[in-house]
């Protein structure tokens, strides 16, 4: 069964940083597009950055020149660094990966569990 597995956020005051790392584990095959999504209360959850497998970015504009995102293929991983962290950074951040498990032809949409980011003012 394929897993992804969060950790690194917490709580942090403006202008700080985290760095949020997720670990997809399990019977993989292979692993395309990873990335990370952000639900604020009240909000719907929103892209925040993602990377493809050949090291392709994409950031929505909002972190844009604040957080970067990167992957370690070989450990199946993904980070995102955030810096200048704001207020309304303040999510649960949420990691996604597109993966092919073992014996299937075909790519799934898996999501971890979430981590909380808090930012303090």
């Known amino acids: 069964q394929v897993r992804l597995v969060e950790s690194g956020g917490g709580l942090v005051q403006a202008g700080g940083s985290l760095r949020l790392s997720c670990v997809a584990s399990?019977?993989?095959?292979?692993?395309?597009?990873m990335g990370w999504y952000r639900q604020a209360p009240g909000k719907q959850r929103e892209l925040v950055a993602t990377?493809?497998?050949?090291?392709?970015?994409k950031f929505a504009d909002s972190v844009k020149g604040r957080f970067t995102v990167s992957r370690d293929n070989a450990k199946n991983t993904v980070y995102l660094q955030m810096n200048s962290l704001k207020p309304e950074d303040t999510a649960v951040y949420y990691c996604?990966?597109?993966?092919?498990?073992?014996?299937?032809?075909?790519?799934?949409?898996?999501w971890g569990q979430g981590t909380q980011v808090t930012v303090s003012s």
């Open positions: 399990g019977s993989i095959f292979s692993i395309n597009g």
């Open positions: 990377v493809t497998s050949g090291g392709s970015t």
């Open positions: 996604n990966a597109q993966i092919r498990p073992m014996h299937s032809e075909s790519f799934y949409n898996y």
